[in-house]
């Protein structure tokens, strides 16, 4: 299959990675950024992590070497009439996605497949903006994209049939293991992890425990590999506080109200690992 991702960021950087090491599920691999820095940078950490990976005996330098060779980096979309795929793994922002998609809709040929690595944003809405809807859905891939095992197979209104069939075998040839989920805010993880993660935050703002001893609590009482208020510096607390906000809007329900000291926070760019400082320092 031949592969075009747009975004540069930490998903996009993830999905490249995986995508590299996937052997023949990937015939080719365009890599888009705005900015050729941007997109350089990306192939650097695949490659760092994909050496890695050697040294620790899970993958070879010829089969590096091959990823290599099948990867083009691009800052223009002149290759999206000549793949298979298409996922789109830019910022998690209404307005970027739309516009994103105002430049695609020209370039797109019948049978191209767009899967948008959207956490919360409707599929539906997305698909309308292009010329063949049927071909559209979520592709959600978690952080750290490389490890984590799960796709959400997203459908839409408009998503036919046979591109969901199409791109669960695609997430098993990548070892993932996929599930398919009708559209709904938030799909099925972020739907209870996202409000779990703002409760953690209205339990540190009302200064029942400290942000250490939240982690604590579920590191230790439920077992989580990670505490919420850290898997919110990890996320991006900005991310989080934009699935918040779509979860609020879509369905009206005030459980899904953010909490405001993650929206002071943000608007302070205490957006955690990324920027160095959120709930923990970095």
Do not use: W
């Amino acid at each position: 299959m031949k592969v075009l991702i747009i975004g540069s960021g930490t998903m996009g950087t993830g999905i490249a990675q995986l995508l590299m090491s996937s052997n023949g599920a990937v015939e080719s691999l365009c890599i888009y950024s705005r900015y050729q820095e941007h997109a350089e940078r990306l192939l650097n950490v695949c490659e760092k992590n994909l050496n890695k990976l050697i040294a620790k005996g899970k993958f070879t330098e010829e089969e590096l070497q091959a990823s290599l060779n099948k990867i083009e980096i691009i800052t223009d979309l002149s290759c999206a009439p000549e793949v298979d795929l298409i996922i789109e793994a830019v910022t998690e922002d209404y307005t970027i996605k739309m516009e994103l998609l105002d430049k695609l809709k020209e370039l797109l040929k019948e049978n191209t497949i767009f899967g948008t690595n959207t956490s919360s944003l409707s599929i539906t809405e997305l698909a309308a903006k292009l010329p063949y809807p049927g071909n559209v859905l979520g592709m959600h891939f978690f952080n750290p994209a490389p490890i984590m095992e799960l796709i959400e197979v997203v459908q839409g209104y408009t998503t036919d049939q046979a591109v969901i069939k199409k791109m669960i075998a695609f997430a098993e040839e990548l070892g993932k293991t996929p599930v398919v989920v009708n559209e709904g805010p938030g799909f099925v993880v972020n739907r209870m992890l996202i409000p779990m993660i703002n409760e953690a935050i209205c339990i540190l703002e009302e200064g029942v425990a400290s942000a250490e001893d939240i982690d604590k609590s579920m590191r230790f009482g439920a077992h989580h590999p990670m505490g919420p208020l850290s898997l919110s510096d990890l996320i991006g607390n900005d991310v989080v506080l934009s699935i918040m906000d779509v979860l609020f809007q879509e369905t009206g329900d005030s459980k899904y109200r953010a909490n405001p000291l993650l929206r002071k926070m943000v608007r302070a760019n205490h957006l955690g690992r990324k920027t160095s400082k959120g709930f923990f320092a970095y």
